[in-house]
T-cell receptor, first 115, second 113 residues
Framework: GDSVTQMEGPVTLSEEAFLTINCTYT??????LFWYVQYPGEGLQLLLKATKADDKGSNKGFEATYRKETTSFHLEKGSVQVSDSAVYFC??????????????FGTGTLLAVQP | DTAVSQTPKYLVTQMGNDKSIKCEQN?????MYWYKQDSKKFLKIMFSYNNKELIINETVPNRFSPKSPDKAHLNLHINSLELGDSAVYFC????????????FGPGTRLTVL
């Protein structure tokens, strides 16, 4: 079945460092790809998404490009801030049947940014 | 103006009890979901409903019974709670197509003692 693999955490960086969180996927169809972020004690928020190959999603300085040839959707940010500390989830959206879809998540990567 | 809300936020109960979690969305979406997040933060879909009809049931024990009285509500009832049911349960909603964003509620932390 479909699956998402993302790098193990925790990732610890100093403020203003460059961030990459790797994400690769396996899917039989043409999924959409998402990055969600979970701040401590909160629910998940969409960070960015891409719905077809070569699309680039971007938001709040974060970017990820849908690479079909490498089945990847790596998350990057040029300069992280302490406020970016959170758990980041890569996910793909697959057809679940009928008129709905379902999200398949990676294991999450904890990012800790130190001042 | 909360988009997806859940109650309660915390739920502590004894093994063997029955409990319910409620979810409401005011986004006008047709599809709602329940996800379970375990202690290692792993998220997995449990159910999805589209227009009050059950669409996805991911081999969840039948102690878990979702109910959708209308498109804006999806409740989760759990019978005979077990220790392994302890987790954070998230409700979400979307329009339901593959490219649509799912909007998540704040979660309900269930602790079974």
């Amino acid at each position: 079945g479909d699956s998402v693999t993302q790098m193990e955490g925790p990732v610890t960086l100093s403020e203003e460092a460059f961030l990459t969180i790797n994400c690769t996927y396996t899917a039989t169809g043409y999924p959409s790809l998402f990055w969600y972020v979970q701040y401590p004690g909160e629910g998940l928020q969409l960070l960015l998404k891409a719905t077809k190959a070569d699309d680039k999603g971007s938001n709040k300085g974060f970017e990820a490009t849908y690479r079909k040839e490498t089945t990847s959707f790596h998350l990057e940010k040029g300069s992280v801030q302490v406020s970016d500390s959170a758990v980041y989830f890569c996910a793909l959206s697959d057809v679940g049947g009928g008129a709905t879809n379902k999200l398949i998540f990676g294991t999450g990567t904890l990012l800790a940014v130190q001042p | 103006d909360t988009a997806v809300s859940q109650t309660p936020k915390y739920l502590v109960t004894q093994m063997g009890n029955d409990k319910s979690i409620k979810c409401e969305q005011n986004l006008g979406h047709d599809t709602m979901y329940w996800y379970k997040q375990d202690s290692k933060k792993f998220l997995k879909i449990m159910f999805s409903y589209n227009n009050k009809e059950l669409i996805i049931n991911e081999t969840v024990p039948n102690r878990f019974s979702p109910k959708s009285p209308d498109k804006a509500h999806l409740n989760l009832h759990i019978n005979s709670l077990e220790l392994g049911d302890s987790a954070v349960y998230f409700c979400a909603s979307s329009q339901g197509t593959v490219s649509d964003t799912q909007y998540f509620g704040p979660g309900t932390r269930l602790t079974v003692l």
